[in-house]
């Protein structure tokens, strides 16, 4: 996916004003997805975003501990100035769903597998039962 397009859509879904602040967004989301991914799944997550994000996803070191997905949002919201708990949630959904589009399904159950239960919401891809 080219670097205008992912921008755009993640614009789009967080209803950002300007492209910086869906950078911002982006840019923090994924630095804390890729501290909790490994391996394949992330090596093939980071192909399918723009080369700068794709390198945001690679570079973190691995998470200490799997952060829940309630953490994770408290985590992007510590990241992003002026972020409430309410606003990281709408940022991470804004991110995690443009990001969930571009992996497709296959490659999305297989990072799903890696992250604690229910970032499936966090991904805007709820798990049938």
């Given at each position: 996916?080219?670097w205008?397009?992912?921008?755009?859509?993640?614009?789009?879904?967080?209803?950002?004003a300007?492209?910086p602040?869906?950078?911002?967004?982006?840019?923090?989301?994924?630095?804390?997805?890729?501290?909790?991914?490994?391996?394949?799944?992330?090596?093939?997550?980071?192909?399918?975003?723009?080369?700068?994000?794709?390198?945001i996803?690679?570079?973190?070191?691995?998470?200490?501990e799997?952060?829940?997905?309630?953490?994770?949002?408290?985590?992007?919201?510590?990241?992003?100035?002026?972020?409430?708990e309410?606003?990281?949630?709408?940022?991470?959904?804004?991110?995690?769903?443009?990001?969930?589009?571009?992996?497709?399904?296959?490659?999305?159950?297989?990072?799903l597998?890696?992250?604690?239960?229910?970032?499936?919401?966090?991904?805007?891809r709820?798990?049938?039962?």
């Open positions: 996916m080219r205008e397009a992912f921008l755009a859509q993640v614009r789009e879904r967080g209803e950002y300007s492209a602040e869906a950078e911002r967004a982006a840019r923090v989301v994924l630095a804390l997805l890729g501290a909790h991914l490994v391996g394949t799944e992330r090596a093939e997550l980071a192909a399918c975003l723009p080369e700068t994000f794709e390198l996803l690679l570079n973190p070191l691995p998470a200490v799997p952060l829940d997905p309630e953490r994770f949002v408290r985590a992007t919201a510590a990241w992003i100035e002026g972020a409430t309410e606003t990281a949630k709408w940022d991470v959904g804004a991110v995690l769903s443009v990001v969930a589009d571009a992996a497709g399904e296959d490659l999305m159950r297989r990072v597998l890696q992250l604690p239960p229910d970032y499936d919401l966090l991904f805007g709820p798990r049938r039962v």
